[in-house]
């Protein structure tokens, strides 16, 4: 089971830290992704990570402000969140990918969720 953490309440222009971690699961064996679902809002892709940590893909409206990173010894999936404005309030999830392409921004491709954490970004 999934789980995600490092929500809170943060100013604009703030950093926070989401981790991700599992129980009764390795991590290793899947590409890992974050999705953000605002009130009222479908749930959107964020971020990707390749099984190996090797590669990474954003949505354009993170990019160049959050950095997803994993560290599989500690069975673990990380998303730094800098810069942070207003309409990046959210409930934030991760997901693990079972599938070939790590970069997928649709939900259906993911198949094990965590329970998410929210991130509010005041202005």
């Known amino acids: 089971q999934l789980q995600a953490s490092g929500g809170g309440l943060v100013q604009a222009g703030g950093s926070l830290r989401l981790s991700c971690s599992a129980s009764?699961?390795?991590?290793?064996?899947?590409?890992m992704g974050w999705f953000r679902q605002a009130p009222g809002k479908e749930r959107e892709f964020v971020a990707a990570?390749?099984?190996?940590?090797?590669?990474?893909f954003y949505t354009d409206s993170v990019r160049d402000r959050f950095t997803i990173s994993r560290d599989n010894a500690k069975n673990a999936v990380y998303l730094q969140m800098n810069s942070l404005k207003p309409e990046d309030t959210a409930v934030y999830y991760c997901?693990?990918?079972?599938?070939?392409?790590?970069?997928?921004?649709?939900?259906?491709?993911?198949?094990?969720w965590g329970q998410g954490t929210q991130v509010t970004v005041s202005s």
């Open positions: 997901a693990t990918n079972p599938g070939p392409i790590y970069s997928s921004k649709r939900t259906h491709s993911y198949d094990s």
């Open positions: 009764g699961r390795s991590l290793s064996d899947y590409h």
């Open positions: 990570i390749s099984w190996t940590g090797g590669s990474t």
